[in-house]
């Protein structure tokens, strides 16, 4: 697996295919492994990125002197100016999204298509901030996700009625688990902060191009609930799609679903 220095710090990708170039963004505390089902099919026709965020993965520790989503979407481009990368179909889920939405307004002539997925790019409800930025202290002065923080945090991403024996649910709890004190504090928590304090692009939505953007939303996502993206889908002015019988990590819940609507979303921008 490849590596590039951006910002002074080892930022760990997977290139695969050849073709019109789709960059997979992914969700907070999931390394880019968390798209193998989209990647095993979009592969086969197209050159797939899938980064890991700082901290998460095999990517080194978060850059000194990151203050928002902005500097996510700026090492970004990096990424793509390193692979040569012109023009690329950007997918983000959650976290992926919020700061895809900010690759996409700063470089529009850098992208061929844009899919949102179970994201929002408006401030978090304050409620929810505090909340999580109190499990955020308590990870900090641990040093671990405990197995008490373990049962509040992995639910959050899967849909209600998910058993949580399953492999997907047991491998995520573990991998959280197994989070070392130094990356939970130096990446982990502070890139959560930086993602739970982000400030409003709402306002900004109609710049995208309605004509070449998507929503995605699982029908059971809790996080990130339908109803935030129909009321982007409506700013933006562009189509979504609910995935059924899926939480947050719809791509993973109903990996077909999804697959198939970004090989179809892809067909049309290439």
Known sequence: MPFVTVDGQALHYMDQGTGPAVLLAGSYLWDQAMWAPQIAALSQHYRVIALDLWGHGESGRMPEGMTSLNDVARQALALLDHLDIDRVTLVG?????????????????????????DTYVGVEPEPTRQYYFSLFKQIEDSGEISPQLLDIVVPIFFRPGIDPQSALYQEFRAKLAALPADRLRESIVPMGRITFGRDDLLPRLAQLNPETTLLMCGDQDKPRPPSETQEMAELIGCPYVLVPEAGHISNLENPKFVTDALMKFLAERT
């Open 93 to 117: 889920l959650s976290v992926g999204g919020m700061w895809g939405v900010r690759l996409a307004l700063s470089a529009p002539q850098r992208l061929n298509g844009l899919v949102l997925m």
